[in-house]
């Protein structure tokens, strides 16, 4: 069974250039979330869908990040311009739900580096 | 001053013997929690749930303890293999609210062979 896909794995850019993260949930699944992961502050929500439509993003950090599900296979993350505080690895989830108790399925992550 | 990264409680065991590994959560109306291992370079991946009119539920080498008198979540891994070395966060989910798990911040398991 395919998992939740992220691309790319890794990623090192300049900062100021525009970085786009790419997530496939799970097929059927119709909730979508955004994670961030740093050694500081460890796993952190940053926004999340249902049914493609964008429910809570009070955890994007700012105006620089920005999500999309154009439609229930696909969505993207967005920082424009890029920050070496952006530095993190990025998590895409997907689940049944959210209205119901069902475990989130993490992809294996983007490592943004912004130098 | 220079930033501290977290350093994140850890549990050495020889191959063989039994893991516990402990979680308090936070929110003493939570109903549904679960666990997860995370392996360096890959995701957090699902192992085992537990749903609050339980206290116990048994997987394949995996126990969950749920003791809500004290807020308190276990994940009891028996016979630990290396394969077994990760990161295990708990999350605790509300019903009825967001159902968002709020995650702990992880420890982790390492095992000698």
């Known amino acids: 069974d395919a998992g939740v896909i992220q691309s790319p794995r890794h990623e090192v850019t300049e900062m100021g250039q525009e970085v786009t993260l790419r997530c496939k949930p799970i097929?059927?699944?119709?909730?979508l979330f955004w994670y961030r992961q740093t050694m500081m502050r460890g796993l952190e929500l940053l926004i999340y869908?249902?049914?493609?439509?964008?429910?809570?993003d009070s955890g994007m950090p700012e105006d620089r990040f920005s999500a999309k599900m154009p439609n229930a296979s696909f969505s993207t993350l967005k920082i424009q311009p890029s920050e070496p505080r952006d530095s993190a690895v990025y998590f895409c989830?997907?689940?049944?739900?959210?209205?119901?108790?069902?475990?989130?399925?993490f992809g294996d992550g983007t490592r943004l580096s912004i130098l | 001053g220079e930033s501290v990264g977290l350093h994140l409680p850890t549990l050495s065991v020889q191959e063989g013997d039994n893991s516990i590994i402990n979680c308090a959560y936070s929110n003493s109306a939570s109903d549904y929690f679960i666990w997860y291992k995370q392996e360096s370079g890959k995701g957090p991946q699902f192992i085992i749930d537990?749903?609050?009119?339980?206290d116990k539920r048994q997987g394949q080498r995996v126990t969950v303890l749920l003791n809500k008198t004290v807020k308190h979540l276990s994940l009891q891994i028996a016979a630990t293999q290396p394969g077994d070395s990760a990161v295990y966060f708990c999350?605790?989910?509300?019903?009825?609210?967001?159902?968002?798990?709020?995650f702990g911040r992880g420890t982790s398991l390492i095992v000698h062979p």
């Open positions: 097929s059927g699944h119709n909730s």
């Open positions: 537990i749903r609050s009119n339980m």
């Open positions: 999350a605790e989910i509300l019903s009825g609210g967001s159902y968002i798990p709020t």
């Open positions: 989830a997907s689940s049944l739900g959210p209205y119901s108790n069902q475990p989130q399925h």
């Open positions: 869908f249902n049914n493609n439509v964008p429910i809570d």
